[in-house]
């Protein structure tokens, strides 16, 4: 077990080096300047990208009056046209799914992770990229460094194996950290007034880039506002049952959504340890149907930090 953890750890550093080395090859690479987009405002966050012109342009203005040209501001991002993302180094596919796929890319000498969307809107892809840069990495999201929005394409920083991976390898202790580490990501979230809405083990995923693992949420699609009405789809069983009734989303509904994944933690230990009984006790706190009655993050995490006495 402690073997094939270093030879994953290596693999990571040694695929670092490589592409550090790849591109000193290649200083003539190509570099793709920013195109300003239109500014539009969304309920929660802010949103300072959209693919709308703005409703002050001057094709909306009084024939008495004289408007200033209206502002554009440069995302912080490049945007990209299709012959410029045609010209990125897909060095893999990472993932393959029904609402899209995602590459590993080499773009401007860092490795970075390409999402592209399918069946999504111009609206949706706006809005998930928006809360990207609200978080600008709290929670370990990822930053997005270029957007393609003909081919419906985010460039943004690669964020490591899936979790559910992860957990195959690291022992009790680690796992009981990754859970406290998760648990501190959500309220980062929480603090940036946004709820994930879709906590899964296949939507967090795990760096080695110093002695202790980092733990990324990724994949906000499914995000909202505090308050906004979400619907739970079928076979949806990480979350909320709140949402089976197109209930408000809360930090509550994402506290279920840990206490699920939790569960599923505490299923990889040995069903007789200690350090399981005591994970049980926190899917019952955070499982509970009436969400005012979950336990909150807040009081969740110094309970889990007690436990570290008795992991091995």
Known sequence: MVSIRKKLVSGWRQLRRLLTCTTRH???QKSFSPQPVPMVSYPSPPAPFSTHSSPHSPSHSSPHSSPEPPTRPTPPFDVLDIEELK???????LGDGTFGCVDLVLYK??????????????????????????????????????????????L???????????????????????????AESLCEIHDKHIIHNDLKVNNITVTF?????????????????????VRRGDGCYWMAPDFEYGEAASSFSDIYSFGKLVCEVTETLSACSVLSDCLYRIVDLTQVEDPASREPLKEVIPTLYSFLNVAN
Do not use: W
């Not at 010209?87 to 596919?93: M, Q």
């Not at 110093?210 to 308050?227: S, Y």
């Open 87 to 93: 010209k990125i180094p897909r060095l893999y596919r």
């Open 26 to 28: 290649n200083p003539s």
């Open 209 to 229: 880039q110093g002695e202790e693992p980092e733990l990324h949420l990724i994949d906000f699609g499914m995000a909202t506002a505090p308050g906004t009405a």
């Open 109 to 154: 000498g860092q490795v970075l992770a390409m999402k592209t969307h399918k069946g999504i809107i111009a609206k949706d892809l706006a809005k998930e990229v928006n809360y990207h840069l609200h978080l600008d990495g709290a929670g370990g999201a990822p930053r997005i460094h270029a957007v393609c929005l003909q081919s419906y394409a985010v």
């Open 156 to 182: 943004m920083d690669y964020t490591g194996v899936t979790y559910d991976k992860y957990l195959k390898i690291a022992t009790p202790k680690e796992k009981l950290k990754s859970l406290i580490k998760i």
